[in-house]
């Protein structure tokens, strides 16, 4: 298969993490492994404020999978829509508050008209400094998978 476009390879089976996978590191192609790479998540930080409405189905949020949410101003409500569960089947999405957040803040993470987080309409509230939330859409609703409080 010497000199075969990526997309004429055959599909690869699912993945053990021992593979030998190509990379380039400073112009040098060289092997690795899966279990070599490291998964380095790096926040979308948010600012929120009484009244803000934040949309996730934005595309400056299509690859965050980490909020890092700060209050400012005023104690009132933000709300922060989820994407269409739909759309993002297999994504998850985490959600930490810093210490800017005191009990009457309010960070309601709510899901799309329609759709559901954790089999309901309702939101998921943040409400405390260092709390945090990961959610996970199945492609039809998200659920909440683990918590902090």
């Known amino acids: 298969m010497a000199n075969s476009k990526i997309s004429a390879l055959p599909i690869a089976t699912e993945l053990q993490g021992s593979e030998l996978i190509a990379t380039v590191q400073n112009g040098e192609t060289k092997q690795s492994t899966l279990y070599n790479l490291k998964n380095y998540i790096v926040p979308t930080s948010i600012t929120a404020q009484d009244t803000d409405n934040i949309d996730l189905s934005s595309a400056i949020y299509d690859?965050?999978?980490?909020?890092?949410?700060?209050?400012?101003?005023?104690?009132?409500?933000?709300?922060?829509?989820?994407?269409?569960?739909?759309?993002?089947?297999?994504?998850?999405?985490?959600?930490?508050?810093?210490?800017?957040?005191?009990?009457?803040?309010?960070?309601?993470?709510?899901?799309?008209?329609?759709?559901?987080?954790?089999?309901?309409?309702?939101?998921?509230?943040?409400?405390?400094?260092?709390?945090?939330?990961?959610?996970?859409?199945?492609?039809?609703?998200?659920?909440?998978?683990?918590?902090?409080?």
């Open 63 to 149: 690859n965050t999978f980490l909020f890092k949410i700060s209050w400012s101003g005023g104690n009132g409500l933000a709300i922060c829509n989820l994407p269409s569960a739909i759309l993002n089947a297999n994504r998850m999405i985490r959600f930490i508050s810093d210490g800017t957040f005191v009990a009457a803040d309010h960070f309601d993470i709510t899901p799309l008209g329609g759709q559901t987080l954790d089999g309901s309409s309702n939101a998921y509230r943040i409400n405390k400094s260092y709390e945090g939330v990961a959610i996970w859409s199945d492609g039809v609703e998200w659920f909440v998978i683990q918590k902090k409080a």
